[in-house]
């Protein structure tokens, strides 16, 4: 039966603490005020996780947790709010031992934002807190990149189509078309433009006093990045964001739900997939 209420706001705690007697599972969303050009808001990865969540908890049939709207980006223009990446995952790791101790125990975590400097720390401490915590030896956290899903929007990373170009515009045409700004799109000078397209992370300038890799790089933005557009936001369309929302709730949810599926089975058996530790040696890739 459906729900009915899908956002956890929405409920009471007596309908929560009956929602667990048959369903653990619960979505994380995240996103930051960050820019996107002068023809995206600056909620825009909110408005991804928001939307993106709230689609698969249909799907799912589960609650969708308060959307957390600070993490790191690390671009520098007016309205961009960072948060450490330490802070970020500490707090995303609390809020999964809180709901842990209540029942829940399927942590779906969506990005709204793709900072690969997020995402890897986001992730790694997330190993180190079921690993310090054995009470969470139950819990299944899933860091669901949702673009993964979406063989179109995946393979606007192959055409170089990045941040707040024609996958994220043409997603919030198809959401909310009122708040994009399709006559104020603009982009860097040429050079710089066709530089964050080769090079997402070009929009970096890391300098160092000596030549040793030893050294802790300073990392500023580049002040020649004006607008930090990533791609071909001209290219965007209503159609083309239904279908990329529509491959990540197809695709994604059954991903998910056989990954609940799986957990379930595997908590009542006590099997679990034992992985190699990979690379020997760690230490000397530092």
């Not at 050079?191 to 990392?219: C, H, K, M, N, W």
């Not at 957990?263 to 760690?282: M, Y």
Request: glycine share 6%; with cysteine; aromatic share 8%.
């Amino acid at each position: 039966m459906a729900l009915a209420h899908y956002k956890m706001l929405d409920c009471t705690f007596p309908e929560v603490a009956e929602y667990l007697k048959s369903n653990q599972t619960i979505i994380i969303p995240y996103g930051l005020s960050e820019q996107h050009g002068a023809h995206l808001p600056l909620d825009t990865d909110v408005r991804n996780a928001e939307y993106i969540s709230l689609a698969l908890a249909k799907r799912l049939n589960c609650l969708v947790a308060p959307t957390l709207n600070y993490t790191f980006s690390g671009g520098m223009l007016p309205g961009t709010i960072n948060v450490k990446p330490n802070t970020f995952s500490n707090l995303v790791g609390e809020i999964i031992e809180s709901l842990h101790l209540q029942g829940f125990k399927n942590f779906i975590i969506v990005p709204g934002h793709g900072g690969s400097e997020s995402l890897l720390h986001l992730k790694e401490s997330l190993r180190i807190l079921k690993w310090l915590n054995p009470a969470l030896n139950d819990a299944m956290i899933l860091l669901t990149q949702i673009w993964d899903f979406s063989p179109t929007w995946f393979n606007m990373f192959d055409e170089r189509d990045y941040h707040a170009a024609k996958a994220e515009t043409s997603l919030l045409l198809y959401w909310c078309p009122e708040v994009v700004r399709m006559d104020k799109i603009i982009l860097d000078e040429e050079e710089i433009a066709e530089g964050l397209r080769q090079d997402p992370d070009s929009y970096q300038l890391r300098e160092s006093f000596t030549e040793l890799q030893q050294e802790v790089l300073q990392t500023s933005q580049r002040k020649e990045v004006k607008i930090g557009v990533m791609g071909y936001p001209f290219e965007a369309s209503r159609e083309i964001g239904e279908k990329i929302h529509n491959e990540c709730i197809e695709l994604g949810g059954a991903a998910l739900e056989k990954a609940i599926k799986d957990a379930d089975e595997a908590r009542k058996s006590g099997k679990r997939i034992v992985h190699d530790n990979g690379a020997h040696l760690k230490i000397r890739s530092v």
